[in-house]
């Protein structure tokens, strides 16, 4: 089963953290690098993580888990191409808030990202500020690749304008009202009503990290 995003991040973090250190990070230092309050989240993903075989060891114990070995992994085997030969250049367009919503600061920069994460339709890329997405695999600094379109379906993550102002949210619409909920139980959903102004930009197609 392929990894979302966050179970990604979960397994890149805790990877470099053993390599680094000699050992894997605890719940609390996981918890406190993505930015949790509670150590439930952390237990989830870490026994999904385990139960995939990614992960080796008890869920539980305080240093009991390990990154297995790439060759033991039940992941399929991927080949690497170099990125310039398979990517494809789209422009950056600004900030956008993973949080409340902020004027978008818009850029002429461009950026390079992987053509397997372009499907039809145009594209742009915009940089995320805040963390009420980080469930999602999103966090403060990445970069979102966006579908321009109009129209969503219910639960996609879209970025909207919201009173003229950008964020990035997960889009339920409501009879009489939307809710653009974030993936963060420490932000409050963000609610939208007919008299206020609203337009989707389009929907989240793909995450970029860079590696620092």
Sequence with gaps: MPLTPHQKAFLDFITRFQAKQGFAPSQSEIATHFGYRSLGTVQKYLI?????????????????????????????????????KTAVTLPLLGRVAAGKPIEIIETQDHIDVPSSLIKRGEHFVLEVTGSSMIEDGILHGDHIIVKKQKS???????????????????????????????????FQPILVYPHQSFQIEGIVAGVIRRCH
Excluded at 58 to 69: D, I, K, T, Y
């Design 152 to 186: 969503a379906e219910r639960g996609q993550m879209v970025v909207a304008l919201v009173n003229e102002s950008v964020t990035v949210k997960r889009f339920y619409p409501k009879k009489g009202w939307i809710e653009l909920h974030p993936a963060n139980p420490a």
């Design 48 to 84: 999904r993580l385990r139960n995939q075989g990614l992960l080796e060891g008890v869920p539980n114990a305080r240093r009991g888990l390990s990154v297995r070995p790439l060759e033991e992994k039940s992941q399929p085997k991927t080949t690497e191409t170099p990125p310039f």
